[in-house]
């Protein structure tokens, strides 16, 4: 099996994705959130480009069913039940609802990989569980960070270089890694031993500490708090 990472967010060949389970991965907070949600009893959430997206999609539910989510500028946008911390999204707010979620970055990169086999929600809240899905389909693996504006972001390579580490650690030799995730691996070995480190170091994790959210650095660093492997398919992400 080998392992790849996309260090930028750019919509990979689908021919060649087709055959590989694709990781997407927002730790600062958009899959945080979506595997959060999903946790919590939220029976699927519908990720959407746009804002204005979110506002049609909602119209085809009946009333009371569906809640708005996301943000901008990391912010709630006006009008949205929700913003993007994974602390909002309790089992009293969202059990048996559905979710329409907007972010900058994450929930589009569900789109950019969607020719997937298996496009997966990945954080480190459930690394574990996603370590075992990809071992258990045992096709090759594309980690896709969602980047921070088209650029690199660090604290996502580094989740994805934890998802690594636990494969060699699980399967061995046969693993094989290109170049970017064996990179990815030793990046995260420089965090390993203070994974929260790796927020505060990035541009939008300090971004969020000065906008008020540090609470949910400290709780999107948590590992292996939830043991489901939400799955994208049909433009709805679901418990698998
Ligand atoms: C994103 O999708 O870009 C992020 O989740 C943004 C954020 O939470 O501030």
Redesign the pocket.
Known sequence: MRIDIQFLPVPPDPLALSRKTAVVI?V???TSVIVHAISRGALEVVPVETVEEAFEEVKDFPQGSTLLGG?RG?KKIEGFDLG?SPREYTAEKVRGKRLILT?????KAFHSVSSGREVIAGSFFNISAMTQFCLDRNQNVLIYP?GDGGRFSLEDTVCGGMLIDRMIKTEGDAIALTDAAYSAHILYQRFEANLIGAFYASIHGKD?VAKGFEADLVYCAQVDIIDIVPTFRDGVIRSR
Request: aromatic residues 0%; glycine residues 8%; without cysteine.
């Open positions: 927002d600062l907070r958009a943000e990391s993007n972010t900058t970055n994450g929930t969602s969020l």
